[in-house]
C-alpha cells in the first residue's frame, strides 16, 4: 500500500491523541504511591482500634504534632499513650471521602473521620473532617501531622 500525505494527514492527528490516552511511567508511579499512602492510612486505622502499641510508633513520625477538633495537640508519645493506656478506646472507626496528594516525599491525606469511642468510661462518637501529613521517612510513609475539624 502506497502511504500519501492523505494517510497522515488523517492518522497523525490520531497519533497524537492516542497519546494522551496511554498513561505514562509517572502516573503509574504516582497511582503506586497514592495506594501505598492509603495503605499507610489503613494500618493506622486498625492500629488505633488494636491499641497495638508497636505499629502506632512505626506508622508515626518523631515529630508527630497530632491535633483534635476541639483544639487540643498531642505529641507522638501523647497520642499513642492515650490509645495504648485505654484513656480513649476506639470501638469503630470509620473513613470516608479520601483524598491523596502526594507532593514530592510528602503526601496530603484528606478524609472524613466517624468514630465510636469510649473516653474516661463515657461512651462517644465523632465526626469530623481530618487533614493528615505522611512523610516518606527511609522509603515507608510515616505519619507527620494530623488535624481534625469540626464539620
Keep these: 500500500?502506497?502511504?500519501?500525505?492523505?494517510?497522515?494527514?488523517?492518522?497523525?492527528?490520531?497519533?497524537?491523541?492516542g497519546a494522551?490516552?496511554?498513561?505514562s511511567c509517572e502516573s503509574f508511579a504516582q497511582s503506586n504511591e497514592e495506594a501505598s499512602v492509603n495503605e499507610a492510612v489503613e494500618v493506622?486505622?486498625?492500629?488505633?482500634l488494636d491499641a497495638?502499641?508497636?505499629r502506632l510508633?512505626?506508622?508515626?513520625?518523631?515529630?508527630?504534632?497530632?491535633?483534635?477538633?476541639?483544639?487540643?495537640?498531642?505529641?507522638?508519645?501523647?497520642?499513642i499513650n492515650v490509645i495504648v493506656s485505654k484513656k480513649t478506646i476506639y470501638k469503630s472507626i470509620t473513613l470516608s471521602e479520601p483524598t491523596v496528594v502526594i507532593a514530592g516525599p510528602n503526601a496530603i491525606v484528606r478524609h472524613v473521620f466517624s468514630a465510636e469511642t469510649e473516653s474516661d468510661g463515657k461512651p462517644g462518637s465523632a465526626r469530623v473532617g481530618v487533614m493528615q501529613v505522611w512523610q516518606k521517612q527511609d522509603g515507608r510513609w510515616k505519619l507527620l501531622a494530623r488535624q481534625a475539624y469540626k464539620l
Design 20 to 23: 494522551g490516552l496511554v498513561p
Design 52 to 54: 497495638d502499641r508497636a
Design 44 to 48: 493506622l486505622r486498625k492500629a488505633m
Design 57 to 79: 510508633e512505626d506508622l508515626s513520625s518523631d515529630h508527630l504534632s497530632y491535633g483534635h477538633s476541639g483544639g487540643t495537640m498531642e505529641t507522638k508519645a501523647q497520642f
Design 1 to 17: 500500500m502506497r502511504i500519501t500525505r492523505r494517510h497522515l494527514a488523517f492518522v497523525g492527528p490520531l497519533a497524537v491523541a
